[in-house]
C-alpha cells in the first residue's frame, strides 16, 4: 500500500505568490493605492499625453509624470524602452525585491517568465555602439526576461487576446509541471496613445459619460453605463513552488488554489461574450480549489461599463452562486477606480485583492448612482467594509477568452508539510537573500 508521504511526493506542487509588484495610475505600491481608494480618490483623469479634443472619450488612466522614471535602472537603458517595457520593468524589480529573491547564473534557468502585453504605439529607440538607431520592439516579458538574466522558460503572451490572469496562470501550471520552480508573471498594458483611441472609438466600446467630471466616468454596473475607460499600467508577481518559499523563508501572501480557463465560441464563426461559458470558467476554477460556494467571501468581477458585458458576466454569477448571491458574498468591480488597465487588469483585481486580505477589508465599487435591477450583486458601494476575506477569486472576460483563479490567504491555507522532498539541483540558498 502506498503511504501518505509518498502521494504527497507524486501530487504536483502547491503555488504560492510571495511578490507583488505595481505601477498603476493611482501609485507605485499597493499601500498608496489603498490610501487613494480610501480617500475616494480615482485614476481616471482628463488626458494630458496628446490632444484628445476630437474625441468622444477624452479621460484616461494615465501613469503620472512621477512615476514614469525608476532611479533603480541606468537612465540610458530605461528610456531606451517603449512604455510598456519601463512599466513591466519596475513592476518586476519591485515584486522580485519583495519576495527577497537574487537571481544568479546558477539558478536562472530554474525559473519561468510569463507576461502578457498588448504592445504600445510607442516605439523608443537606443543608439549602438556606432551611433546608429535600434528600435524597441522587444516584447515586455522579453526585456524582463533579459534584464533578470532568467533562462528558463519565457512565454511572451499578446495580451490584446488574452489577459494577464491567464499568463500567471500559465506561470502556476509551469511550476506544477515542475518546468520551473519559481515565475515572474503577471501583465501591462500602455494603451493611452491616439491609435488605440482611434480604434476603440471606432467600435463605440469606449464611454460618453466623461465631459462633465472624470471621476465619474468609469462606471461599471450602473444603470446607465454605456462603455469603458481606457487605463494603463502593469502588475507584476513572483510565484513559487511551496516548498521553496517555505524553504528559504519566503514571506507567502497568498496561494493560487484553483484555475479555470474557456473560451466563447460563439455563433456563425465569431466569437463572443457568453454567460454560460463565463459561468464554466468560474465553475471550474471553484471545482479545482476543493472549495464550495459559501466558502468564497469575495468574487472580483471583471465588469467594465460595457452594457452587454457587464450583464453577461452577471448572469454567470448567478448561474454559479445562485439568485440569492448577493446576500452572502462581495462582488467588486476594481475599474470604477482606474478603468480598464487592459492587460494588466485581473492582476491589478488580483494584487488588490490580496492587500485586501491581509487588512480583512472589502474593497468598494464606486460611481453606480443607480443600481441595474438585472445585475443584481453586492459590489459593495458605500466604501470599504470590514470583513472576513480568506478565500477569493479573480474573474477576467474578454469577448471570448474566459479565465478565473481562486486564491486564499495564508491563515486559510490546508497544512502545510513539516518537510519536503527538495531536488538536490535546486539551490535553495541561492534564491534567498
Wanted: glycine share 8%; charged share 20%; aromatic share 4%.
Amino acid at each position: 500500500m502506498t503511504n501518505s508521504h509518498s502521494q504527497e511526493e507524486n501530487l504536483p506542487p502547491r503555488v504560492v505568490i510571495t511578490g507583488i509588484g505595481v505601477i498603476t495610475p493611482l501609485g507605485r505600491s499597493l499601500g498608496a493605492i489603498w490610501s487613494a481608494l480610501e480617500n475616494n480618490e480615482s485614476g481616471v483623469r482628463n488626458i494630458t499625453r496628446f490632444d484628445s479634443s476630437h474625441l468622444e472619450s477624452n479621460v484616461a488612466g494615465e501613469i503620472q509624470k512621477s512615476d514614469l522614471v525608476d532611479s533603480r535602472f541606468r537612465s540610458d537603458y530605461f528610456q531606451s524602452l517603449r512604455a510598456s517595457s519601463r512599466y513591466t520593468a519596475s513592476a518586476a524589480l519591485t515584486a522580485v525585491q519583495a519576495a527577497g529573491l537574487s537571481l544568479t547564473p546558477e539558478n536562472s534557468g530554474q525559473i519561468a517568465c510569463v507576461i502578457a502585453s498588448a504592445e504600445s504605439q510607442d516605439i523608443a529607440f537606443r543608439t549602438d555602439e556606432k551611433g546608429a538607431g535600434i528600435a524597441d520592439t522587444s516584447h515586455p516579458g522579453q526585456n524582463v526576461a533579459a534584464f533578470l538574466g532568467i533562462t528558463g522558460p519565457v512565454m511572451p503572451l499578446d495580451g490584446t487576446y488574452v489577459s494577464g490572469l491567464e499568463a500567471i496562470i500559465e506561470a502556476s501550471e509551469i511550476i506544477r509541471r515542475k518546468d520551473a520552480y519559481v515565475a515572474i508573471a503577471g501583465g501591462t498594458d500602455a494603451q493611452i496613445n491616439p491609435d488605440t483611441f482611434a480604434e476603440y472609438e471606432s467600435r463605440q466600446e469606449l464611454t460618453t459619460q466623461s465631459s462633465i467630471n472624470p471621476d465619474l466616468a468609469s462606471r461599471p454596473l450602473d444603470r446607465d453605463r454605456n462603455g469603458k475607460v481606457l487605463s494603463e499600467g502593469s502588475v507584476i508577481f513572483v510565484l513559487e513552488a511551496l516548498e521553496v518559499a517555505v524553504t528559504r523563508g519566503a514571506k507567502i501572501l497568498a496561494e493560487i488554489e484553483g484555475k479555470s480557463l474557456t473560451f466563447s465560441a460563439g455563433s456563425n464563426g465569431k466569437p463572443n461574450t457568453d454567460p454560460v461559458h463565463i459561468g464554466r470558467s468560474i465553475q471550474g476554477a471553484l471545482l479545482s480549489s476543493g472549495r464550495i460556494q459559501s466558502e468564497i467571501d469575495v468574487l472580483m468581477l471583471d465588469a467594465c461599463g460595457s452594457q452587454e458585458g457587464d450583464l453577461a458576466e452577471a448572469r454567470a454569477v448567478h448561474r454559479v452562486f445562485g439568485s440569492s448571491v448577493r446576500h452572502h458574498m462581495y462582488t467588486p468591480a476594481l475599474k470604477s477606480h482606474v478603468g480598464d488597465m487592459g492587460a494588466a487588469a485581473a492582476p491589478f483585481a488580483l494584487a488588490l485583492t490580496i492587500e485586501a486580505m491581509g487588512r480583512q477589508q472589502i474593497p468598494s465599487t464606486r460611481n453606480i448612482e443607480n443600481e441595474a435591477s438585472d445585475i443584481d450583486l453586492d459590489a459593495n458601494t458605500k466604501g470599504f467594509r470590514s470583513d472576513a476575506l480568506r478565500v477569493a477569486m479573480i474573474n477576467s472576460v474578454s469577448t471570448s477568452n474566459n479565465s478565473t483563479m481562486t486564491i486564499c490567504d495564508p491563515t486559510a491555507m490546508r497544512e502545510i508539510p513539516s518537510d519536503f522532498n527538495i531536488p538536490e539541483n535546486l539551490p535553495i540558498p541561492e534564491l534567498n537573500i
